[in-house]
């Protein structure tokens, strides 16, 4: 079954109540999604959430005192596809380089109209398309008019596919820049952008300054080790910075003069890196389901220097997991799993 044949609906994936399908990391390797589809189920999930449809409570955080780890739950309700949802995650050896890290995610989808479990999944590749997604959307809502230049820090899993969401989004950008330090990093980044983008190539920055003097957007999806740090006084007038990981300074948020964030109440759980000396944050002018549904501009002055918080919001996990489960299960795959006999 292709993806143009599976109905957008959730009583179209077959279930029952004493089995649970898994679909596992490879079960959903190989799934072909396009760029758009996922920008729209991700805007669609935020709509919902804005119209009052859908229910976000805030996640719940369990961190030891030394910091070696983190864990996250999230319970979310989908209202336009009438999907309930937990997504867990955690991740150990905070404090260690990425290779001795570990990290794991899921995501358990119920159909609220027949009662019925769907699948649990891995929850990698959902937030590894989700996240992109959203910093696509900010940047088509709130980057500068007539934006041409983007500048994407890090050549992580989040890295990898900013620049061809961002082209998804916006079209009309003419310079893309890199700034990483690891090769095979790099080196991924370039064969992702070919692989969507074929005709496009990308600018390897090495100086950081100079590059994000000249970006009218940019996206810093470095991991917490990373020693980049963009300054706001090196923003130009009208720059919009998206922060995923890091690679921006607190000042980009301290002295932005508009802030948006997906959600306020996340900022402040996860973001605490980017809090003042005393842990205060300023005010979020604009959160971006309001954004996406007209109640809340995104940007007002051209030359408005505006930070956004991509943090990301379990609907919007409960959306394209939903979707991704729709095409995977339309496909025979996953296992099945007596979990309740």
Not at 79 to 85: E, H, L, M, Q, T
């Amino acid at each position: 079954m292709t993806d143009s044949t599976v109905a957008d609906d959730t009583r179209s994936i077959p279930a029952d109540d004493r089995t649970l399908r898994i679909l596992s990391t490879s079960d959903l390797a190989g799934l072909d999604i396009a760029l758009a589809d996922v920008v729209a189920t991700v805007e669609g999930a935020y709509r919902t959430l804005a119209a009052g449809g859908s229910d976000n409570p805030r996640k719940l955080t369990v961190k030891p005192g030394d910091g070696h780890s983190v864990a996250y739950a999230m319970l979310g309700r989908d209202g336009s596809r009438d999907v309930v949802a937990v997504k867990t995650s955690y991740k150990h050896g905070l404090g260690e380089d990425r290779g001795n890290q570990h990290y794991y995610t899921t995501l358990t989808l119920y159909d609220d109209v027949t009662g019925l479990p769907v699948a649990m999944m891995d929850c990698g590749r959902v937030g590894a398309l989700r996240t992109p997604a959203v910093s696509a959307l900010l940047a088509r809502e709130c980057a500068p008019p007539g934006a041409r230049s983007a500048l994407v820090i890090g050549t992580g899993t989040q890295g990898r596919l900013a620049l061809p969401f961002l082209l998804t989004t916006l079209p009309d950008l003419e310079r893309l820049m890199l700034s990483g330090t690891h090769p095979e990093g790099i080196a991924a980044v370039r064969a992702e952008l070919r692989t969507h983008f074929p005709d496009r190539d990308l600018d390897i920055v090495t100086d950081l300054r100079a590059a994000a003097a000249d970006a009218d957007v940019l996206v810093a999806t470095a991991g917490g080790h990373t020693p980049a740090a963009v300054e706001a006084d090196w923003l130009k007038p009208g720059a919009l910075s998206v922060l995923v990981g890091h690679g921006l300074a607190p000042s980009t948020l301290h002295r932005a003069d508009r802030v948006v964030a997906t959600s306020e109440a996340q900022m402040k759980v996860t973001g605490t890196d980017m809090a003042d000396a005393a842990g205060r944050f300023p005010a979020v002018d604009a959160e971006f389901p309001a954004v996406l549904a007209g109640t809340a501009p995104g940007r007002g002055a051209a030359q408005e220097r505006i930070f956004a918080y991509n943090s990301g919001l379990v609907v919007t996990d409960i959306a394209l997991g939903h979707r991704l489960a729709q095409l995977a299960l339309g496909q025979g795959l996953g296992t099945r799993v007596a979990l309740w006999r």
